[in-house]
């Protein structure tokens, strides 16, 4: 359901500016843990999802991007990036500069993060929500979608070069996720708050 928002958010700014595009390269982490890791670290890999931007019905949508995530999932060449990782680690840094010039950069990047499922205190006061801002890794746009006491809120960095029309992309994320929520039991968004330097909020 996040991910069919963000694309509907991606598709409703592509058809504003009456650009053409039926996919768009999607990143994302993916959750490997099948039961026998150890509780400690980190076991996730990293997909690349052709994100169905020409699909209209928001239900078509988000199938067909359960099966992605799923087909991924099951991929064995998903878990790659982390196995990697730590022999990467040690090359020398113009090595892994060159390597990662070489490496096909998507568009987009879609993270999630579990909050806290109850509310919040800080120096006496009611937390009223959290949304958290990823960095951009050679990426236009990072989307971060933080639960926190029953809401889902989503922060979002943007390269402004890319995103040159801000207005009408927090309309897009309006439409996207306001889309999806009508399926529901009448959830809403909140209107999307647009920040300086390329930032973007909302909360479901």
């Known amino acids: ?26 990143a994302m982490p993916l959750n490997l843990r099948r039961g026998g ?4 670290g980190n076991h996730f890999g990293a997909a690349l999802l052709p994100a169905p931007l020409a ?15 799923l087909a991924a999932r099951a991929d064995p060449a998903t878990a790659l990036p982390a196995l990697a990782a730590p022999v990467l ?8 500069d060159r390597l990662a010039e070489a490496a096909s950069a ?7 993060v579990a909050g806290s499922p109850v ?7 009611r937390v009223l929500a959290t949304h958290a801002f990823g960095p951009l890794p050679g990426v236009a746009l990072m989307a971060t979608l933080q639960s926190y006491a029953g809401r889902c809120h989503v922060g979002i960095t943007y390269d ?33 708050v647009l920040g300086r330097g390329g930032r973007a909020k909302a909360a479901a």
């Open 1 to 26: 359901a996040y991910l069919a928002g963000l694309v509907g958010a991606l598709r409703d700014y592509h058809a504003a500016l009456g650009a053409d595009a039926d996919v768009l390269p999607l």
């Open 106 to 112: 998507p568009d987009v990047q879609a993270s999630n």
């Open 37 to 40: 890791e150890a509780a400690a």
């Open 119 to 125: 509310p919040l205190w800080f120096a006496g006061r």
């Open 160 to 192: 402004p070069a890319a995103i040159a029309q801000p207005r009408t992309f927090a309309e897009a994320l309006e439409s996207g996720f306001g889309a999806v929520l009508a399926l529901g039991d009448g959830g809403a968004i909140t209107r999307p």
């Open 55 to 69: 699909l209209d019905d928001v239900r078509e949508r988000i199938a067909s991007l359960r099966a992605l995530v």
């Open 89 to 96: 680690a040690r090359l020398p840094a113009a090595v892994r």
